[in-house]
């Protein structure tokens, strides 16, 4: 008896790395197409001849379906199998990556990036379900800081892949091998399965309906929710601004080459990995996360004052950006144990999507405010608009860990 325990316990092991692996590539994948306009938004702009506000339409129109379906789609993993969602999404947004590098079409390009927006719907809602159900309570907070850091890769190899895919098959056979990267994902996760529920999923809470202000509307639009949604708002005004705009926004500005611009936001997005990784670290040894989130947030703002005044060498240009993505990435575990925090147990995977809109709705709103400062021929402004957002980040920080506190 004792050496059949001995031996399943391995198995039951080996099959939960395989599913974490699977969903961590996914979360890999979910973030390169996330990033797939930043590196080739120039030469996208200019064969369609659009303005920047224009093609950052496209980017609207993700962000829109993205903030309409996310949270109905947190509903439904609790109601279907997660994995089977995270394939679904994964052969949406590669349909949607393909059909956009083979169109012609402005507009039909634009409404790819809402169908890839519905595609991204799935992965943080089910991928944090599906991490929750099947990894060791003890485990937990590691497995999501790897899971982090796959979708910060992902974000960091966005753009020396696209551009050494674009020297090759221009932009357009950039776009169709992204879309194979999706399908490979989605072939792993459908390859590796799903184990058996374990043990510990037992004492899971699960949701029957009959607790809604546990787990309903009730619980998303309390106030303490509603405080880290504004504080995902404002994280994507300033790192979504960098992500997708720092190439364009250091051209306009310091007249700064392509390849040191995007040298800059590949360290900005390594870096951010790294921090993640660390902060994960910082997370483990300590509960004051209010103020690693505030300290990495104030630093990240000073990053952006700096780089809107001054024209620094390239070598500078790339350690302060490399610093602040280190920096932003280092607040991304304290981000989520401060919304864990005020999660009711069982109800984590839907408050994450909830929250997660925030991103989601700064991305309706941030193409307009970041086009309209490049097209009026403002950038340094945009560089302040970010540390602004950061700061009051920092506000909001202050806000849920007092309300915390006090309750």
Same mark, same amino acid.
């Given at each position: 008896?004792?050496?059949?325990?001995?031996?399943?316990?391995?198995?039951?092991?080996?099959?939960?790395?395989?599913?974490?692996?699977?969903?961590?590539?996914?979360? *890999?994948?979910? /973030?390169?197409?996330?990033?797939?306009?930043?590196?080739?938004? &120039?030469?996208?702009?200019?064969? !369609?001849?659009?303005?920047?506000? =224009?093609?950052?339409?496209?980017?609207?129109?993700?962000?829109?379906?993205?903030?309409?379906?996310?949270?109905?789609?947190? *509903?439904?993993?609790?109601?279907?199998?997660? @994995?089977?969602?995270?394939?679904?999404?994964?052969?949406?947004?590669?349909? +949607?990556?393909?059909?956009?590098?083979?169109?012609?079409?402005?507009?039909?390009?634009?409404?790819?990036?809402?169908?890839?927006?519905?595609?991204?719907?799935? !992965?943080?809602?089910?991928?944090?379900?599906?991490?929750?159900?099947?990894? =060791?309570?003890?485990?937990?907070?590691? %497995?999501?800081?790897? /899971?982090?850091?796959?979708?910060?890769?992902?974000?960091?190899?966005?753009?020396?892949?696209?551009?050494?895919?674009?020297?090759?098959?221009?932009?357009?056979?950039? !776009?169709?091998?992204?879309?194979?990267?999706?399908?490979?994902?989605?072939?792993?996760?459908?390859?590796?399965?799903?184990?058996?529920?374990?043990?510990?999923? #037992?004492?899971?809470?699960?949701?029957?309906?009959?607790?809604?202000?546990?787990?309903?509307? @009730?619980?998303?639009?309390?106030?303490?929710? &509603?405080?880290?949604? %504004?504080?995902?708002?404002?994280?994507?005004?300033?790192?979504?601004?960098?992500?997708?705009?720092?190439?364009?926004?250091?051209?306009? &500005?310091?007249?700064?080459?392509?390849?040191?611009?995007?040298?800059?936001?590949?360290?900005?997005?390594?870096?951010?990995?790294?921090?993640?990784?660390?902060?994960?670290?910082?997370?483990?040894?300590?509960?004051? /996360?209010?103020? %690693?989130?505030?300290?990495?947030?104030?630093?990240? #703002?000073?990053?952006?004052?700096?780089?809107?005044?001054?024209?620094?060498?390239?070598?500078?240009?790339?350690?302060?950006?490399?610093?602040?993505?280190?920096?932003?990435?280092?607040?991304?575990?304290?981000?989520?144990?401060?919304?864990?925090?005020?999660?009711?147990?069982?109800? !984590?995977?839907?408050?994450?999507?909830?929250?997660?809109?925030?991103?989601?709705?700064?991305?309706?709103?941030?193409?307009?405010? *970041?086009?309209?400062?490049?097209?009026?021929?403002?950038?340094?402004?945009?560089?302040?608009?970010?540390?602004?957002?950061?700061?009051? +980040?920092?506000?909001?920080?202050?806000?849920?860990?007092?309300?915390?506190?006090?309750?």
């Amino acid at each position: 008896m004792t050496q059949a325990i001995d031996l399943a316990l391995p198995a039951e092991r080996s099959a939960e790395n395989r599913l974490i692996g699977g969903v961590c590539f996914g979360h *890999f994948v979910s /973030h390169f197409y996330i990033m797939l306009m930043a590196p080739l938004f &120039l030469f996208v702009r200019a064969e !369609y001849d659009v303005s920047y506000t =224009e093609l950052g339409l496209a980017l609207t129109a993700f962000s829109v379906v993205s903030t309409i379906f996310q949270t109905p789609m947190g *509903f439904l993993v609790d109601r279907m199998s997660a @994995r089977l969602l995270i394939i679904a999404g994964l052969v949406i947004g590669a349909s +949607a990556v393909a059909i956009a590098g083979l169109v012609h079409s402005f507009w039909m390009f634009v409404a790819m990036f809402g169908l890839l927006g519905l595609a991204n719907t799935v !992965y943080h809602p089910a991928d944090y379900a599906l991490l929750s159900h099947h990894v =060791e309570p003890q485990r937990v907070s590691r %497995v999501f800081s790897f /899971h982090t850091f796959a979708g910060m890769a992902g974000n960091a190899v966005t753009p020396p892949t696209l551009l050494f895919l674009y020297g090759l098959v221009g932009w357009r056979g950039a !776009y169709l091998a992204a879309a194979a990267l999706g399908l490979v994902a989605a072939l792993l996760l459908v390859w590796v399965g799903e184990p058996e529920a374990p043990a510990h999923a #037992a004492r899971t809470p699960k949701d029957d309906g009959s607790a809604p202000q546990l787990d309903g509307w @009730r619980l998303l639009l309390s106030p303490a929710i &509603l405080t880290n949604m %504004v504080f995902f708002i404002l994280l994507s005004f300033c790192g979504g601004g960098l992500n997708n705009y720092l190439v364009v926004g250091l051209g306009a &500005l310091h007249g700064t080459e392509l390849a040191v611009a995007n040298t800059a936001l590949t360290s900005q997005l390594t870096m951010s990995a790294v921090g993640v990784l660390i902060g994960g670290l910082l997370a483990g040894y300590t509960t004051r /996360h209010g103020l %690693v989130a505030a300290c990495g947030l104030m630093m990240t #703002a000073t990053a952006c004052v700096l780089v809107g005044l001054i024209d620094f060498p390239a070598l500078a240009l790339v350690l302060m950006m490399a610093t602040a993505g280190f920096c932003s990435g280092m607040t991304m575990p304290s981000r989520d144990m401060i919304v864990r925090a005020v999660t009711p147990p069982g109800a !984590y995977g839907r408050v994450f999507g909830f929250v997660s809109t925030g991103f989601n709705i700064a991305g309706i709103v941030a193409p307009t405010i *970041f086009g309209q400062f490049l097209d009026h021929g403002h950038p340094r402004g945009m560089f302040f608009f970010m540390a602004a957002c950061a700061l009051l +980040a920092v506000g909001t920080v202050a806000v849920s860990t007092t309300r915390r506190q006090s309750t």
